[in-house]
């Protein structure tokens, strides 16, 4: 059989491109080389619980809102979302804690608090953050007559601008605090990237009422409604062209799969290698994709919590010990921050049974144990990893006293983790490093030199649930036309 599309890799933007498609009508097949689909959204068991690997948290979800109409599209609305509480997150840096308020209003009425004389600056910056919501998919619009905002603000630091824009530099790492979903670092983080990663939650900010896979089920139900195939153990090891184009995938299983287009959810450096003969995809198309640089990787440490033992607090908490979020996990020593997140009791209890501690890794720090494989690393990596563990609990425990008392369980990952689940180049959480002073260069179009190829996910514009599907989007439109997701996101 013959598709019209062919996926390669199940990740939301996978799973999201499935599911647009074959809602409108076209014959997708979903190729997954694991036996689950979901990527860094599915989840995994330890003593009965569902632990998640990437989700945390979303937001834009209410009426009205940047991701309320694709995600009401994706029938993803329909999960049990609950809204974090109004300061939704909290930065604490050297004992001192800063709220984050939802709505732009409150937003800069709570940090003018403590930074009065700072009040107009913030009025600025929560303007250009709003801005940055809702124009996000004005280059969408074929008949509104605006320009996207986003091609001048990837052009602009992301660090230079704040600290132009502020005068106290610790209002400066405040703003930036509640960014570890993302690669702060101050030599190629795009302005624009920075806003989208922080204009949504002060919209509204959400938590999943269960784990990731009620995301990955909703999508996988709906796309085989919609008439989907998703084939999971079916690692793709070649995507054949013939005459300029791709003609089909050849997998592990032993099939080969045909389809009028193909479209890649993987890295592009391991698309670039999946074709292995061509005569539209040059040498030169190929050396960019393979040089260009990753963003760092997160350690995680999922902990099972003694039943009430701990209460459940209803926002994400960050926890530096020093003012220097921009550049502490670049040093040598004890992990100086994280970030401290807990899942919604599903029971309805006021107690939690999970708690997530995340620091950003960077690649050098596990790369000597690189040409390891799961489960055979050695005693060293695990004595890092328990060193590691040890250490970001010491210091979630200055918001959660006695949390190291409370432990029954604790599952760890790192970059190395899920560079191997998910065949992401050195564990990368955030896809490639986008970079200002070369935004041409670092920001991909979902077209390639394949005309029947096209790439979607984390690696091209943005990451994480918001930036994934606004990427998603962009990618369907080449396929569909502008003016049918224009349609999606302003019904």
């Not at 834009?60 to 029938?75: M, N, R």
């Not at 921009?326 to 807990?342: M, N």
């Not at 979630?396 to 949390?403: C, R």
């Amino acid at each position: 059989m013959k598709y019209e599309v062919v996926i390669i890799g199940s990740g939301l933007g996978g799973l999201e491109c499935a599911h647009i498609l074959s809602h409108a009508g076209m014959s997708v097949l979903l190729l997954e080389r694991g036996a689950q689909a979901g990527g860094c959204i599915q989840s995994y068991r330890r003593r009965g619980q569902a632990f998640d690997t990437g989700l945390h948290y979303v937001g834009g979800l209410a009426e009205g809102q940047s991701l309320h109409a694709a995600f009401k599209h994706l029938g993803l609305l329909r999960l049990p979302w609950q809204r974090l509480d109004a300061d939704f997150d909290r930065v604490t840096i050297g004992g001192r804690t800063f709220a984050f308020t939802q709505g732009y209003d409150e937003f800069v009425r709570t940090l003018a608090a403590d930074f009065p004389a700072e009040r107009d600056a913030l009025c600025r910056y929560a303007n250009m953050l709003r801005q940055v919501g809702e124009r996000q998919f004005d280059a969408l619009n074929t008949s509104g007559g605006k320009t996207s905002l986003s091609s001048g603000f990837f052009g602009v630091s992301a660090y230079g601008y704040l600290t132009k824009t502020f005068r106290d530099p610790l209002l400066v790492n405040v703003l930036s605090g509640t960014s570890l979903k993302m690669e702060l670092r101050q030599e190629s983080l795009p302005l624009f990237t920075f806003a989208h990663g922080n204009s949504s939650f002060i919209e509204s900010s959400w938590r999943l009422k269960g784990d990731g896979s009620l995301i990955v089920d909703s999508l996988v139900e709906d796309i085989r409604s919609h008439g989907g195939e998703i084939i999971c153990n079916a690692e793709v090891q070649e995507l054949v062209e013939k005459n300029g184009k791709l003609a089909y995938a050849v997998c592990s299983n032993g099939e080969s799969y045909e389809g009028d287009l193909f479209i890649s959810d993987v890295h592009p450096a391991v698309t670039c290698r999946l074709v292995k003969q061509s005569e539209r995809m040059k040498t030169v198309y190929r050396s960019r994709m393979e040089h260009l640089e990753n963003t760092f990787g997160m350690f995680t440490v999922s902990l099972f919590i003694k039943p009430d033992a701990v209460k459940y607090f209803n926002w994400n908490q960050y926890v530096y010990k020093e003012s220097d979020v921009w550049t502490f996990y670049q040093e040598d020593g004890p992990v100086k921050g994280v970030l401290i997140s807990c899942r919604v009791p599903e029971d309805g209890s006021r107690y939690v049974r999970q708690i997530d501690l995340l620091t950003p890794m960077t690649w050098n720090k596990c790369e000597a144990w690189s040409g390891t494989t799961l489960g055979r690393r050695g005693e060293e990596y695990k004595a890092m990893k328990e060193r590691v563990a040890n250490e970001c609990i010491t210091l979630a425990n200055d918001f959660i006293p006695g949390l190291s008392e409370n432990i029954l369980g604790r599952y760890i990952s790192t970059p190395l983790t899920y560079r191997d689940y998910t065949c992401t180049p050195e564990g990368s959480a955030y896809g490639l490093r986008k970079d200002f002073a070369n935004p041409m260069m670092t920001l991909l179009s979902p077209r390639t030199p394949i005309p029947n190829l096209l790439l979607t996910g984390q690696n091209l514009m943005l990451h994480g649930l918001h930036g994934v599907t606004m990427t998603t989007l962009f990618t369907c439109a080449e396929i569909l036309g502008k003016e049918y997701i224009w349609n999606i996101v302003k019904n």
